[in-house]
């Protein structure tokens, strides 16, 4: 008879086709992850990888047993946490991941609700860029997550759309561009342009938008701080595109002014993370009432992808 930390030490080297990559998600030596999958192999009668051309394949018994691994190594998370939440106990703590932007804007609005609700429940707030925050859910750290972008496909991430940013045009008192009612992109061309810095997500939909612009702008200055934009546009700099609760929520808002951008689309999607196992009661509770909170707004939420630390500023 097989063991689950045996399931959990082959369904990572299914999952990454590599021994070695397998040794370092477990915790374990290259030698002990391949004694484990023989000892699996040996106990099922049958290979479950096979190696072609120095390069690692599940056979057709292996990849029957990774979807079966899956099955069961999240029946025994689900019966664990069953026991640790129990009704009668207390309900523990709730683990939330999030870009510092998100942590503002949506979690830290709905948590005095969620805090009245269930007086007993702990919320530890974790701000982590986007990418960190996919792999804390699905290491374990943290029991949701917030991202600005959909996710890569994983069979054991759970993410939904709650909301979409929509951006807006951040220029200095009395700029030319606030006669308009709406910027569109090719006006941008005129001006210099600040933004955030190449990686992240928010840049990477903005050079989206300026694509379909005759011109591209000229970006004049780029920072991975919301303040240190805004002291920039203030500044008189150049102009910004940047999500209006971000603006809105910035220490120099009274000093800029703000229009839509007028080709922004949908806007980049902001999505809730979950393990695709059945969460906690209480993380089920939170869930629902993060989702209901964000459902009944009647303003536009915005969202910014970037790790919002001072200082690093490249200006060209």
Not at 52 to 66: I, K, P, V
Not at 88 to 104: D, F, H, K, M, N
Not at 139 to 149: F, M, Q, S, Y
Not at 243 to 250: E, F, G, I, Q
Request: contains cysteine; neutral net charge; charged residues 20%.
């Amino acid at each position: 008879m097989f063991q689950l930390r045996h399931l959990k030490t082959f369904l990572a080297a299914a999952e990454t086709l590599s021994f070695t990559k397998a040794a370092a998600q477990v915790h374990l030596s290259q030698p002990t992850v391949t004694e484990q999958v023989q000892a699996l192999e040996h106990s099922l009668g049958q290979a479950l990888f096979v190696r072609s051309n120095n390069r690692l394949a599940l056979t057709a018994a292996g990849e029957r047993l990774a979807v079966r691994a899956r099955e069961l190594l999240t029946l025994a998370d689900d019966a664990l946490r069953a026991i640790r939440d129990n009704v009668g106990e207390s309900p523990g703590s709730i683990r939330v991941a999030a870009p510092q932007t998100l942590c503002a804007c949506l979690l830290t609005p709905m948590l005095l609700q969620f805090a009245q609700r269930y007086p007993s429940a702990q919320v530890a707030i974790q701000e982590r860029n986007s990418a960190d925050t996919v792999q804390a859910v699905l290491d374990g750290t943290a029991d949701v997550g917030l991202i600005h972008g959909w996710p890569a496909s994983d069979a054991k991430l759970r993410a939904s759309l709650i909301a979409r940013d929509m951006p807006v045009v951040v220029m200095p008192a009395g700029h030319e561009l606030a006669a308009a009612e709406a910027v569109a992109p090719d006006a941008l061309a005129a001006f210099p342009l600040i933004a955030t810095m190449p990686g992240c997500r928010y840049r990477q939909y903005l050079d989206v938008l300026v694509q379909q612009a005759p011109v591209r702008p000229r970006i004049r200055a780029e920072a991975d701080s919301v303040p240190a934009l805004m002291q920039m546009v203030s500044a008189g700099m150049g102009v910004a595109v940047l999500p209006r609760l971000a603006v809105d929520t910035a220490p120099l808002s009274a000093r800029v002014e703000t229009r839509p951008l007028s080709s922004a689309g949908e806007g980049l999607p902001i999505c809730l993370l979950s393990p695709e196992r059945t969460p906690a009661p209480h993380v089920s509770a939170f869930i629902k009432l993060l989702e209901a909170a964000v459902a009944y707004s009647d303003e536009p939420v915005s969202a910014l992808d970037m790790e919002h630390r001072a200082g690093r500023i490249a200006v060209t």
